[in-house]
C-alpha cells in the first residue's frame, strides 16, 4: 500500500498519528462526492436511548484529579469511519437521518438464554445507568476525560447467562450503508467488530454507555449503546452495538484483521510497547491547549485495577 505524506493544509492537527493515513488521503474526495464543504458542518445532533436520565456520578468511578474534557469537543472530535474518516466527519454524517431510536440488540452464541432486547427495556432490566468518570486513549496518542453514562457490561451479559465454555465476547457494529456513507464507500470492512476476553469484559471497569454528561450518548459517539473499555486503546470501544456474541475462539476485530502488527488483540494502553509508526510514551490531552501533552499512564491509569487480568503474560508479545 502506498502511503504518502499528507500536505498540512489537508490534515486535522492529530493526522500525523492518524490510524490510518491512508484513509485521510481520500479523506477530501469523501467530502466532495457528498457534496459537503466546511460551511455546511456542524449540524443539530439526534440522540439514542433516553431511559434512565437523570443520572448519578458513581463516586467509585471517579478521580476528581481528572479534569473532564469539554462536552462539545467530545462530540465533534470522532473517530467512526461508518460516518467518515476525519474527525470532524462524524457530527454531520451520523445526525442526518440515521436512526438510533429505537434500536434492538441481540446477545447470543454460548449463552443459556439468547435475547434481543430493545435499549431502553434494556436499561430497565440492568437496573438503570450511573455515571462514571473515564480517561480515553486513542491509539492515535491522544487523550480525553469523559464522563461517561451506562452501566456495567457484566450486567447485560447475566441477562443472557455465559455458559461454561464462552472464552471471549464479539461486539458487532449496525451495518446500514444506506445510512453510513462510509460504508457505502467500503474505507473499512464492515461492519466494525471487536472482541475481548470474557473475564475482561466481565471486569467491573468494562462499561456500556448509553450517554455523556447525563444526556443521551450522541449518534457521532455511539448511539444508543458503545462499549467503554478505559484501559484499551479507543479502536476496542466499538460503537452503536447490534449484537454481542459469545464465542469459545478468540475474536479478531476490525482493525486488527487490516493490520495486526499495528493494532493487536488486547490493545492494553502501554507507553513502552509504541505503535510500528509512532512513539506511545505521551498522548496530546484535547482541549489541553498549546503543550498539552502528558505521559502515557500503564494501563491508561487502571493498572491497579486491571493488572491482575494480564499476570504472567508477556505484554509486548500479547499487544
Ligand atoms: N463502529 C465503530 N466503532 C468505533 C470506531 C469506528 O470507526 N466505528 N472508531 C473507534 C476509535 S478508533 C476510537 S478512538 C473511538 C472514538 O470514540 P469517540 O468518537 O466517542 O471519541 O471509537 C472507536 N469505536
Ligand atoms: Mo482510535
Redesign the pocket.
Known amino acids: 500500500m502506498h502511503i504518502r505524506t499528507p500536505k498540512d493544509w489537508e490534515l486535522p492537527e492529530s493526522a500525523v498519528t492518524s ?1 490510518s493515513l491512508y484513509h485521510l488521503s481520500k479523506r477530501r474526495d469523501f467530502l466532495k462526492a457528498l457534496g459537503i464543504t466546511a460551511v455546511a458542518l456542524g449540524a443539530r445532533q439526534a440522540m439514542g436511548a433516553t431511559a434512565g436520565f437523570p443520572t448519578k456520578l458513581n463516586p467509585a468511578f471517579h478521580d476528581a484529579a481528572l479534569k473532564p474534557t469539554a462536552y462539545d469537543a ?2 465533534s ?6 460516518f467518515g474518516t476525519g474527525k470532524d466527519e ?1 457530527r454531520e454524517l451520523a445526525n442526518r437521518g440515521w436512526k438510533t431510536d429505537p434500536w434492538t440488540v441481540e446477545i447470543s452464541g454460548l449463552v443459556d438464554t439468547p435475547i434481543k432486547i430493545e435499549v431502553n427495556d434494556m436499561i430497565g432490566k440492568v437496573g438503570g445507568i450511573e455515571q462514571r468518570v473515564y480517561r ?1 486513549r ?3 496518542a491522544w487523550s ?1 476525560v ?1 464522563p461517561w453514562d451506562g452501566f456495567q457490561l457484566s450486567k447485560l451479559l447475566a441477562l443472557a447467562g455465559p455458559k461454561a465454555d464462552a472464552k471471549f465476547v464479539k461486539f458487532y ?2 451495518n446500514d450503508p444506506k445510512s453510513a456513507p ?1 460504508q457505502r464507500e467500503g474505507n ?1 470492512e464492515y ?2 467488530v ?1 472482541g475481548l476476553r470474557l473475564d475482561e469484559a466481565m471486569h467491573e471497569l468494562s462499561f456500556i454507555a448509553t450517554g ?1 454528561y447525563g444526556k443521551p450518548i450522541p449518534n ?3 448511539a444508543p449503546l ?2 467503554v473499555v478505559p484501559w484499551k ?8 452495538i447490534v449484537k454481542i456474541e459469545l464465542t469459545a475462539k478468540q475474536p479478531r476485530g ?2 486488527e484483521a487490516m493490520q495486526a502488527r499495528e493494532y493487536g488483540f488486547y490493545a492494553n494502553v502501554n507507553p513502552t510497547v509504541d505503535h510500528p509508526r509512532w512513539s506511545q510514551a505521551s498522548e496530546r490531552v484535547i482541549g489541553g491547549g498549546l503543550g498539552g501533552r502528558q505521559r502515557t499512564l500503564m494501563f491508561n491509569g487502571y493498572d491497579k485495577q486491571v493488572a491482575s487480568l494480564y499476570a504472567g503474560m508477556d505484554l509486548k508479545k500479547f499487544y
Open positions: 490510524e467530545i462530540t472530535y470522532n473517530n467512526f469511519y461508518e462524524p480515553f486513542c491509539v492515535e480525553m469523559i457494529t449496525f462510509g473499512l461492519p466494525y471487536e455523556i457521532q459517539n455511539g458503545r462499549l486503546y479507543g479502536f476496542k470501544n466499538i460503537k452503536s476490525t482493525w
